[in-house]
């Protein structure tokens, strides 16, 4: 959908599609009687009157309705990511991604919001009884 279509209202759409029509598809004509009628609006760039045309002929709608992400605020994923943390703190949030087919970003942002933070550990040497003695000597 562009950008600037989504910046009017569907009333506003509704005259855009019947001044397109009294100008007969002249976008231009349309645009300058759109000005007249409707002097205290913003007046749409031709290229607006004619993809409004175009966008209703073709799909039937006069604006698109905005893409709803499945995983967005989901009870049920949020569970589940916290779950494959709990399972294993050393998993990293790309794995648990993986797993999960989700973003990157979701799983991170889910984890943010709950204040958790993937933990990794860093492997070290431990230290024995006779390390001392064996350092001195070295």
Not at 12 to 37: H, K, P, T, V
Not at 68 to 85: S, W, Y
């Amino acid at each position: 959908m562009c950008a600037a279509m989504a910046e009017f209202t569907s009333h506003e759409q509704a005259d855009i599609i019947f001044m397109y029509g009294r100008a007969d598809g002249n976008a231009s004509l349309a645009r300058r009687l759109y000005q007249e009628r409707y002097p205290n609006r913003r007046v749409p760039n031709v290229r607006v009157f004619s993809n409004t045309y175009r966008r209703l002929s073709e799909s039937g709608i006069h604006h698109a309705e905005p893409a709803v992400n499945p995983g967005r605020h989901n009870v049920n994923v949020e569970e589940q990511i916290l779950a494959a943390f709990e399972a294993d703190p050393t998993t990293s949030i790309r794995v648990v991604a993986r797993d999960l087919n989700l973003s990157i970003w979701k799983v991170w942002s889910t984890m943010h919001t709950e204040k958790k933070y993937p933990f990794h550990g860093t492997g070290v040497q431990g230290l024995e009884e006779t390390d001392p003695a064996r350092r001195i000597r070295f």
